[in-house]
């Protein structure tokens, strides 16, 4: 399958899927990076509309950067590492904050099977799951971005679609309101769409995903 076209379906079962305990362990991993993220830029003294979009730009930046792993030989190997590393992060997290439940122990489980499927170079299910963790990146990101000013705007409840769509009580672009009158889903949307041409570039031209012999 064409890398473009896995990146395009798993994004949709991801947006389609953020409120379940289906794509919990990948969106864990995807707000213990964005929380960090938004944690540092929060440190720099900038207007309300430069963080936010910095901070979408360094999002965006970093799934580029996975998705360019998927143009090395090691790829297989990188894009999954990191996966795995995060992962691990979270469950210390969650046994330090002895906060069992089964969400951790479906992202501990997500764990197990990532690393018997490299051992086993399962080269197509890794890519699977690699892109799942990569593309959780620019999913957040809509969340935040473009549905909360949208839900916002609408006055909808964020739990109209749950479990399925649950809509953050925040996003990063909340603080901003309609700077020069502009309403903020369309500053969220804009700038959103900005950063996501070079991921929708970057998306293809990966190599396709068979199973090694």
Do not use: H
């Not at 919990?24 to 430069?50: H, Q």
């Amino acid at each position: 399958m064409r890398s473009d076209v896995r990146a395009l379906i798993v994004s949709i079962l991801m947006f389609l899927l953020w409120g379940t305990v289906l794509t919990y362990p990948f969106r864990a991993v995807s707000n213990l990076i964005c929380d960090n993220t938004e944690a540092i830029v929060g440190k720099i003294s900038m207007p309300a509309i430069a963080s936010a979009v910095l901070m979408l730009i360094i999002v965006m930046g970093l799934t580029c950067i996975g998705l360019l792993a998927g143009r090395m030989e090691i790829s297989d190997y990188l894009a999954l590492a990191f996966s795995v590393i995060g992962s691990i992060l979270y469950c210390v997290s969650v046994v330090k904050t002895k906060q069992y439940s089964v969400n951790s122990v479906f992202v501990a489980l997500v764990l197990v099977v990532s690393v018997v499927l490299v051992l086993s170079r399962k080269t197509e299910w890794i890519r699977w799951i690699a892109d799942a963790y990569i593309m959780a990146l620019p999913v957040t990101m809509c969340y935040e971005s473009v549905l909360n000013p949208l839900y916002q705007l609408l006055k909808m409840d964020i739990y109209k679609f749950s479990p399925f769509i649950v809509v953050p009580q925040s996003g990063i672009f909340s603080k901003v309101g309609n700077l020069l009158g502009i309403p903020l889903v369309a500053w969220g949307t804009f700038f959103f769409i900005l950063t996501l041409l070079p991921v929708i570039y970057l998306s293809g031209g990966r190599k396709e995903g068979r199973i090694r012999q």
